[in-house]
């Protein structure tokens, strides 16, 4: 017999076996003897009070054992099977892949980018010398931008698909089974690579091509149909299928569809900065303490507020994490945020954007207008700091008032930060909105309004500002059929999880076109 029970722990106790079992039989009324196992399938922190503790959802083996389930996987070799061409290896198009080998379609992934373990060397290039491969960076490359910002898992796409069946499936390829359970899964940068290195390998046994280096040019559509795709080296890959997978900062892929008349719309997005605190100012806010418990992990944080009839609200927060040079281009400054697994940095950072309408541009017909928008703000910030990746950056207070820091506290951005005024790099929309909220997520959060927090410029890649139009139903481009616009670059997910959700659908869509 199997029981579910609800329990709460204090910090020390989540990993203390005896204290589970007998809790279980305190709260089931039943014989300590007779409880076999006690598996935890959910668990979280909850800190709303000054007493921090954990909520644990619990299966209660009774007289019965568990059996530990086996995470693996056996895909059907597809070698021989109808191709399917998918461009771009991040979350959507590996989970795309994986979804067309169980359907039995033959996968043929194109990256731009460089494998994983390549990829590393350019990314030190970032980080010390400040210079940028276009084609192999942070956003380009095996993974896409999800392997090497963070792997943070927490969704809310549960209506959009199995969310998991995505999870089980990290686990599979060699993820902590941790992330089944917590509330906001994490996988971390420092163990990503091998994941998906896995996933890859995966690929390859069964058949499935994986191409890198690959970069698409052109798309061959003969009477308004996916025939295949031309690549910058002029190899053609053919196809009746495409999933365009290509991630929100593929600004040469927008423009390729529209020299090739295909539709695409400009879409929302959200800009500002990223904000790094020390994290024992985060710890001390949120687990109401001077010392975090050494049974609790850092502290994250959500805040939002309105201000002028727009959002302004924290984005990707990650505890003990880095802030990351995240430029496509020569001339740009974009951030982001990472955490190793065990998010053991001494910081704390988190985007905190304002929504960017179209009415903040003066041609909002233009399909490229809140992208030019989002360029521009970044040109702005690589000026404001000088070149070389320097991101301009502002102490909190002295932002509020108006005022260029005399200096700037320590902060995990590699490629070096300088003080700047950031009315010089934000559209005056973002930076007004922004002066007015921080001050009042200081007074939801003890600790958060201090100058010993640095605002670092620009986030702005939040999502993409351009959307790839598709049928609702058949998830194909209107005026293309067998192209199926996919995940965050084409407007339809914000995250690992969603995007590897939207990989799936767009894969059982190629399915039904296919049959």
Not at 357 to 380: H, M
Not at 398 to 419: C, E, I, T
């Amino acid at each position: 017999m199997v029981k579910e029970i609800e329990i709460v722990l204090l910090p020390h106790e989540v990993t203390d076996e005896t204290v589970l079992y007998r809790k279980a039989s305190e709260s089931l009324k039943t014989a300590l003897k007779r409880i076999k196992d006690v598996k935890i399938v959910k668990r979280s922190i909850d800190a709303r009070s000054r007493k921090v503790v954990y909520r644990v959802k619990a299966e209660v083996y009774i007289d019965e054992n568990n059996t530990p389930e086996i995470f693996s996987v056996n895909y059907p070799n597809v070698s021989d099977k109808k191709p399917v061409l998918i461009v771009g290896a991040g979350p959507a198009g590996l989970f795309a892949a994986l979804r067309c080998i169980e359907l039995g379609l033959k996968p043929v992934l194109l990256e731009r980018g460089k494998d994983v373990r390549q990829r590393r060397r350019d990314l030190a290039l970032i980080n010390k010398n400040g210079l940028i491969n276009p084609e192999s960076n942070y956003c380009f490359g095996e993974g896409g931008a999800g392997t090497y910002s963070d792997g943070k898992l927490y969704t809310r796409s549960n209506k959009r698909g199995d969310v998991q069946y995505v999870l089980r499936t990290f686990v599979a390829h060699g993820a902590e089974e941790d992330i089944l359970i917590d509330a906001r899964p994490h996988i971390g940068t420092n163990k990503l690579p091998q994941i998906i290195t896995a996933i890859r390998e995966n690929i390859l046994n069964a058949g499935g091509e994986v191409h890198f280096d690959t970069k698409v040019t052109e798309l061959l559509i003969e009477a308004g149909s996916i025939k295949g795709v031309k690549t910058a080296d002029g190899n053609i890959f053919t196809a009746e299928a495409l999933i365009l997978a290509t991630g929100h900062s593929a600004r040469d892929v927008f423009r390729l569809l529209r020299r090739q008349g295909l539709s695409i719309e400009a879409k929302s997005f959200a800009l500002g900065v990223r904000i790094e605190h020390p994290q024992s100012i985060i710890d001390q806010a949120q687990y109401h303490c001077a010392v975090r418990d050494p049974y609790l992990p850092p502290s994250y944080y959500s805040l939002v507020e309105q201000v002028d009839q727009r959002g302004v609200f924290s984005f990707c927060m990650c505890p003990g994490g880095i802030i990351a040079p995240c430029a496509t281009g020569y001339d740009e400054i974009v951030v982001n945020g990472w955490s190793p697994s065990k998010r053991n940095n001494p910081y704390a950072n988190s985007g905190t954007v304002v929504q960017v309408n179209l009415t903040d541009v003066s041609n909002p017909e233009d399909p490229f207008s809140l992208l030019d928008y989002q360029a521009e703000t970044e040109r702005r910030a690589w000026t404001a700091g000088g070149g070389n990746l320097v991101a301009p950056a502002q102490r909190m207070i002295d932002f509020v008032n108006g005022k260029l820091s005399n200096d700037l506290p320590s902060n995990s951005y590699l490629p070096g930060a300088k003080s700047a005024d950031l009315r010089d790099v934000l559209p005056d929309e973002i930076h007004s909105r922004l002066q007015k909220a921080l001050p009042a997520f200081g007074r939801k959060m003890k600790g958060y309004f201090t100058n010993e927090a640095i605002l670092v410029g620009v986030e702005s890649r939040t999502s993409s500002p351009v959307r790839i139009p598709r049928d609702r139903e058949t998830l194909q481009h209107p005026q293309a059929k067998g192209l199926f616009p996919c995940g965050e670059g084409a407007g339809y997910a914000g995250g690992i999880v969603s995007a590897a959700i939207d990989g799936m659908n767009c894969a059982d869509a190629v399915k039904k076109l296919l049959t």
